[in-house]
């Protein structure tokens, strides 16, 4: 019997825990809640007693695991140290070595949930069958992660693919709060669901254009793309310069890391075609000569793609030979 590993994404609120084949076949997948009192003292040991209850469950022993694949919302270092998670309670962490020895010594591989997350889409979702790809997810904040040669490029500190924390926004597009990071002019600020939103407030507030979102009292990013899709001019002024700045800032990664494909995911990718070809549109107007024809295409995976690419990083640590 070929060997499983399990993938684990672990969230501010619930831990997603999933048992997956050598194939990317996810054969169970459950939830935990995340623990975070006591600075996340207990996640940890959570996970590991619910890896262990699913292994009696399924009949397997230790031998029977290949390893676990985790992804955190926080930076990590190249040996799984988890370089501070907020929302878990986490400062410096060796999160990799205390699940490991949680786990009766099994190997495991931690990285940031973006990245891993993008992982599971270069596998089995959206840039499936290329191996070097650029995800962006699109959500509350702006994610991101580079995948090379089927690699997970974390960089030095960890911090490599933070695609939100590009600066490129305009001042004039801006209001006076500042980026979550601290900065100022992040893409991120304007990209992001809640960015999408202040600044359609803002472009409400400074301008006579006509809009039915003046009719309410509170709009979401999707209330802004639904609108712009029906011919709303204010939401369509807003959505050209959102899906602007994003299509820029792909081309700008394209021009350092030259992916195959480029994918979109998130809880704005909803707004799909639309979306998509807003943001090819900016994309193919300021990308190298090279690059100008690098598809741009919708994640497929949604919530599974945290585990997927989580078992597939402990694979690709332990030499698995998978399948591309």
């Known amino acids: 019997m070929s060997k499983k590993c399990f993938g684990v994404d672990v969230g501010g609120t619930t831990v997603k825990l999933a048992l997956v084949s050598e194939n990317g076949h996810i054969e169970d997948m459950w939830e935990i809640p995340t623990r975070t009192e006591s600075d996340g003292s207990q996640i940890?040991?959570?996970?590991?007693?619910?890896?262990?209850?699913?292994?009696?469950?399924?009949?397997?022993?230790?031998?029977?695991?290949?390893?676990?694949?985790?992804?955190?919302?926080?930076?990590?270092?190249?040996?799984?140290?988890?370089?501070?998670?907020?929302?878990?309670?986490?400062?410096?962490?060796?999160?990799?070595?205390?699940?490991?020895?949680?786990?009766?010594?099994?190997?495991?591989?931690?990285?940031?949930?973006?990245?891993?997350?993008?992982?599971?889409?270069?596998?089995?979702?959206?840039?499936?069958?290329?191996?070097?790809?650029?995800?962006?997810?699109?959500?509350?904040?702006?994610?991101?992660?580079?995948?090379?040669?089927?690699?997970?490029?974390?960089?030095?500190?960890?911090?490599?693919?933070?695609?939100?924390?590009?600066?490129?926004?305009?001042?004039?597009?801006?209001?006076?709060?500042?980026?979550?990071?601290?900065?100022?002019?992040?893409?991120?600020?304007?990209?992001?669901?809640?960015?999408?939103?202040?600044?359609?407030?803002?472009?409400?507030?400074?301008?006579?254009?006509?809009?039915?979102?003046?009719?309410?009292?509170?709009?979401?990013?999707?209330?802004?793309?639904d609108a712009a899709k029906a011919g709303d001019t204010a939401a369509a002024h807003v959505i050209r310069r959102v899906t602007g700045y994003l299509g820029q800032a792909l081309a700008g990664i394209a021009a350092v890391v030259d992916p195959e494909i480029i994918v979109v995911g998130g809880g704005v990718s909803k707004a799909g075609e639309f979306l998509i070809r807003q943001t090819a549109e900016k994309f193919r107007a300021c990308a190298f000569n090279q690059q100008k024809h690098i598809p741009i295409v919708l994640a497929s995976l949604g919530n599974e793609a945290g585990v997927i690419g989580a078992s597939r990083m402990i694979m690709n640590q332990c030499g698995e030979d998978t399948a591309p």
């Open 44 to 225: 940890i040991p959570d996970i590991c007693d619910a890896l262990k209850a699913k292994m009696q469950e399924k009949g397997l022993g230790m031998q029977d695991i290949l390893g676990i694949g985790m992804g955190v919302p926080g930076p990590v270092l190249e040996d799984s140290t988890v370089d501070g998670c907020i929302n878990l309670g986490w400062g410096r962490k060796q999160a990799g070595r205390e699940l490991s020895e949680g786990m009766g010594g099994l190997p495991v591989a931690v990285g940031n949930d973006a990245n891993v997350a993008a992982l599971g889409e270069q596998w089995q979702g959206g840039g499936k069958g290329h191996a070097s790809m650029v995800m962006v997810t699109l959500g509350t904040g702006v994610g991101g992660g580079i995948i090379l040669d089927g690699e997970i490029l974390g960089g030095k500190t960890g911090g490599a693919g933070e695609i939100g924390h590009i600066n490129c926004v305009a001042e004039e597009d801006l209001d006076e709060a500042n980026c979550n990071c601290g900065n100022h002019g992040c893409l991120e600020q304007i990209a992001s669901a809640t960015g999408t939103v202040r600044f359609a407030r803002k472009v409400l507030r400074e301008s006579d254009m006509p809009s039915i979102l003046r009719d309410k009292e509170d709009f979401t990013a999707k209330d802004v793309y």
